[in-house]
C-alpha cells in the first residue's frame, strides 16, 4: 500500500481534531434528563453543528446566561464549564486543582478590590456613597436592574442548586478520579461566596450611579469579572494551558450528575428573597435620600468682592431647610432666613441660584429664579456640593442679565466630623470650641491680640479731614469673652459719642465709626452716666447680633421708606481679604495691607454695589501691643510677660532705646554705629 502524502497526513489529522472536538461538545451541550442513556449518538454533522454552536456562545468563556442555567427535565444534569466543577472534579495534587484555586482567588479578588474601592468606610452616614437624590428614570432603572441582578450573575443560584442536591453519591462508574463528597461541598461552597460577593457589588453599582448610562457602564465592568472562571475553563479545554488541563476539563464535561431531587421551591424561595431584600434595601435608601439624609445639612459659604462689594456680607453658614423644597432639591438658608441657595429648573436642566430677600423684587425664595445675583452652571445634579466653586457665575445686581465668572467664592460642606473641627461636634452639627481655640471650626489655638497698634516704622491711618485711631482694644461681651463677628473678633477705640470699629464683614475688615447714640440700647440715655464696661458690652452685643447688609445697607440705600439712619458711618479703610481655607485665613487684622474706602465714587440710592470698593492704598500696619508667648517682641526688645509689654533695648551711655509697640523701631545711631545697645 502506498504510503500517504504529506497532504493526506495533515487530512487525517484534521478530521481527528474535529472528531475529538465535536465528542467534547456532546458530551458538554447541555442534554435531557430522562432519556439520555437511550438517546441515539448525533451524526457527525450535528456534532460540528455543535461544535460551531459553542465557540458562538462560549468563545473563551463568554457563554449565554441562559446556557449557563442548569435545569431539570428535559435538559438532564451536567456540571457547569467553570473552574469551581474543575476543583470539585480534580485531584488536590493535580496542577488543574492549584490552578483552579488560583483562577478563584484571582476572581474573588478582582470583586474584593471593587468592594474596598466603592466602600467609604470611615463615612458611617454614607459608606456606599450613594448620591443625595437621583431621578426618576435612574430610578425605574436601578429597580429594573436589581430586579435582573440574579439572573444576569447565576453563581449565585448555581451554588445554592448544587448545595442543596447534596453531594452525588461515591463510587459513580463515570465519576472523575478526583471528585469527592468534601471537594463537592468545598467547590460549591466557593462558588456561593463568589456569588455573594457579585451580589453585594451588584447592589453598590446600582443605588450609587447618577445617570442610566453610568448604571450601564458599571453592568459592564461586572461583566467582565463574571466571566473569568469561565475564560479559565474556556482556555484550558482548549489546550492553551496544558494537556492535562485539557483532560481535566474534558473529564468535566463528560461527567453527568444524577438527575435533581426536587427542591425548585428552596430554589425560588431563595431568589425571591434575595431580590426582596435588594429592593428593600434600595428602599430604605430611597427614604433616607427622599429625606436628605445623604445632603450636606451645613454649608459653610464667601463670596467674592469682585462685582459686588457688599455681597461678602452674605458670607457665613447656611443650613439645609427641610420645609423649603424646589424643584426637586433642598433649600439652604441662612440663621436669619432672609438669604437662601436654591435650585431652578430652566428649559430642560437646571442650576443653584443665590440670592438676598429684599423689599423690592424678591420678597420670597420663589422669586429667586428670575431675580438671581449668582448661580452655578447647568446640571441636572442633586447635590450642590457637586459642582467646583470656581464654576460658578455673578452678577452685578440681581436685575442686570449680563454674567461673569466669579473672582472669588467658597463653598463647602461643614456637617461637623472629625476633618474639619478641631473642637467637639454638637449634636446640631456645630464645631464646638474648647477653651483657647478660636474660629469657625476651632482653626486657632492662638487667642486673640488683647490690643492693637500700628508698626511705629509706617504711619498711622490718616483720615481726610477726620480723625482716625491707630490703636484698637479686643472688645468683650458680658461674660468676658471676645466678641465675634463673621467668626473673627471686633475691636473698638471708644470715645465719647462714637466709637471706631474693627469689624470684618465676611471677608475683609473694615474700620468705620459707630454713632453711639444711635444704637437701640443706648438710644436716649445719657452716655456719661453709663458704666465703660457696660457700655462695651451693649456695643459687644449689638455689633455680635446686626448683619451689615440688612441692618445698616438697606435701610439708607434700599429701603423705599428710608426711615432708619444706621448707626454705622461708611467705612473709610479695608483691608486685604481673609480667605477661609487658605494660607490668608487668620483670626484677626494683623499683618493685613489696609486701603482707603474709595469715597469718589458716587454711592446714592439703590446704587450701593461700589460702597465698599478699595481706592488708594495706605502704608499701615496693625500689630499686636500686648506682647505673649504667642505675640512676641522684635528683635529690640523682650517681653514682661506679668506686664504684657516690650521692654525695649537701650544704649546705657546715652539712654537711646528701640521703640514702638513691639521695639520694632531702630535709634537712628545703629546706622551711625554710635550705639552701645544692651539688653535689659
Not at 493535580?94 to 482567588?105: C, D, E, G, K, T
Not at 482556555?235 to 438527575?259: N, W
Request: glycine fraction near 6%; proline fraction near 6%.
Amino acid at each position: 500500500m502506498p504510503a500517504p502524502n504529506d497532504a493526506e497526513q495533515s487530512k487525517n489529522s484534521d478530521n481527528a481534531d474535529d472528531k475529538e472536538q465535536a465528542a467534547l461538545v456532546q458530551n458538554a451541550d447541555l442534554e435531557n434528563t430522562a432519556g439520555d442513556d437511550n438517546k441515539t449518538p448525533m451524526n457527525n454533522n450535528n456534532d460540528l453543528s455543535h461544535h460551531n454552536q459553542l465557540d458562538d456562545d462560549t468563545h473563551f468563556g463568554r457563554r449565554k446566561k441562559y446556557n449557563s442555567i442548569s435545569m431539570d427535565g428535559e435538559y438532564g444534569k451536567q456540571l457547569k464549564n467553570n473552574v469551581f466543577s474543575l476543583i470539585y472534579t480534580t485531584k488536590v495534587s493535580s496542577p488543574s486543582f492549584a490552578l483552579a484555586i488560583f483562577f478563584v482567588l484571582f476572581q474573588s479578588g478582582l470583586l474584593i478590590l471593587a468592594l474596598l474601592d466603592l466602600i467609604e468606610f470611615n463615612d458611617t452616614n454614607n459608606p456606599l456613597r450613594v448620591p443625595t437624590d437621583v431621578s426618576l428614570e435612574v430610578r425605574i432603572t436601578s429597580v429594573m436592574c436589581l430586579i435582573l441582578a440574579i439572573p444576569l450573575f447565576w453563581d449565585l443560584m448555581d451554588s445554592i442548586e448544587r448545595l442543596q442536591q447534596g453531594a452525588p453519591p461515591s463510587g459513580l462508574d463515570h465519576a472523575p478520579p478526583g471528585a469527592s463528597s468534601a471537594k463537592y461541598y468545598f467547590a460549591f461552597s466557593l462558588q456561593l461566596i463568589v456569588g455573594i460577593l457579585y451580589q453585594i457589588a451588584m447592589f453598590i453599582l446600582v443605588v450609587t450611579p447618577s445617570s442610566v448610562v453610568e448604571m450601564f457602564l458599571n453592568f459592564a465592568a461586572l461583566e467582565f469579572i463574571t466571566e473569568v472562571d469561565e475564560i479559565a475553563f474556556a482556555l484550558a479545554v482548549r489546550g492553551y494551558l496544558s494537556s492535562t488541563m485539557k483532560d481535566s476539563c474534558i473529564a468535566v464535561t463528560q461527567f453527568k450528575l444524577p438527575p435533581n431531587k426536587g427542591g425548585r421551591w428552596v430554589r425560588r424561595v431563595v431568589y425571591f428573597l434575595v431580590t426582596a431584600l435588594m429592593l428593600g434595601m434600595y428602599g430604605r435608601i430611597w427614604t433616607r435620600q427622599r429625606a436628605g439624609a445623604y445632603d450636606c445639612t451645613r454649608l459653610q459659604v464667601q463670596f467674592g468682592d469682585g462685582y459686588i462689594t457688599t455681597l461678602p456680607a452674605f458670607s457665613g453658614f447656611y443650613s439645609y431647610s427641610r420645609s423649603e423644597y424646589h424643584d426637586g432639591r433642598p433649600a439652604y438658608v441662612d440663621d436669619k432666613g432672609r438669604s437662601a441657595f436654591r435650585y431652578c429648573i430652566h428649559q430642560e436642566s437646571g442650576y443653584w441660584v443665590f440670592n438676598h430677600l429684599k423689599n423690592t423684587d424678591v420678597n420670597s425664595i420663589n422669586d429667586m429664579c428670575t431675580n438671581y445675583i449668582s448661580r452655578s452652571p447647568y446640571t441636572p445634579g442633586y447635590n450642590i456640593m457637586d459642582l467646583p466653586s470656581s464654576t460658578w457665575f455673578t452678577k452685578r445686581s440681581s436685575t442686570d442679565k449680563l454674567e461673569f465668572p466669579v473672582d472669588y467664592f467658597t463653598i463647602r460642606c461643614t456637617d461637623c466630623d472629625e476633618t474639619n473641627c478641631n473642637g467637639v461636634c454638637a449634636d446640631n452639627g456645630e464645631c464646638v470650641c474648647s477653651k483657647n481655640q478660636y474660629g469657625d471650626n476651632c482653626q486657632f489655638i492662638d487667642p486673640p491680640c488683647p490690643k492693637t497698634s500700628y508698626d511705629h516704622r509706617e504711619p498711622p491711618f490718616v483720615g481726610a479731614g477726620t480723625f482716625y485711631s491707630s490703636e484698637f482694644d479686643l472688645l468683650l461681651n458680658r461674660n468676658g469673652e471676645p466678641a465675634f463677628a463673621f467668626g473673627r473678633p471686633i475691636y473698638i477705640f471708644n470715645a465719647h459719642n462714637v466709637t471706631d470699629v474693627l469689624m470684618n464683614f465676611g471677608r475683609r475688615y473694615f474700620m468705620f465709626s459707630l454713632k453711639k447714640g444711635l444704637v437701640p440700647s443706648l438710644q436716649g440715655k445719657d452716655l456719661a452716666t453709663i458704666d465703660e464696661l457696660e457700655e462695651r458690652a451693649i456695643i459687644a452685643e449689638y455689633l455680635e447680633s446686626i448683619h451689615p447688609y440688612f441692618d445698616w445697607i438697606e435701610p439708607e440705600y434700599v429701603s423705599t421708606t428710608n426711615s432708619t439712619l444706621a448707626p454705622a458711618t461708611r467705612p473709610a479703610f479695608v483691608s486685604a481679604p481673609i480667605d477661609i481655607g487658605t494660607a490668608s485665613d487668620s483670626i484677626s487684622p494683623l499683618g493685613l495691607a489696609w486701603w482707603r474706602v474709595d469715597e469718589t465714587v458716587e454711592v446714592e440710592f439703590g446704587e450701593y454695589y461700589d460702597l465698599y470698593i478699595p481706592g488708594p492704598a495706605v502704608e499701615t500696619t496693625l500689630v499686636c501691643a500686648t506682647c505673649s508667648h504667642n505675640h512676641p517682641c522684635s528683635v529690640g526688645g523682650s517681653c514682661n510677660i506679668s506686664a504684657g509689654v516690650c521692654v525695649c533695648s537701650c544704649d546705657n551711655a546715652t539712654g537711646i532705646c528701640f521703640q514702638g509697640p513691639t521695639c520694632e523701631v531702630e535709634p537712628p545711631c545703629i546706622a551711625n554705629e554710635t550705639c552701645v545697645i544692651i539688653t535689659p
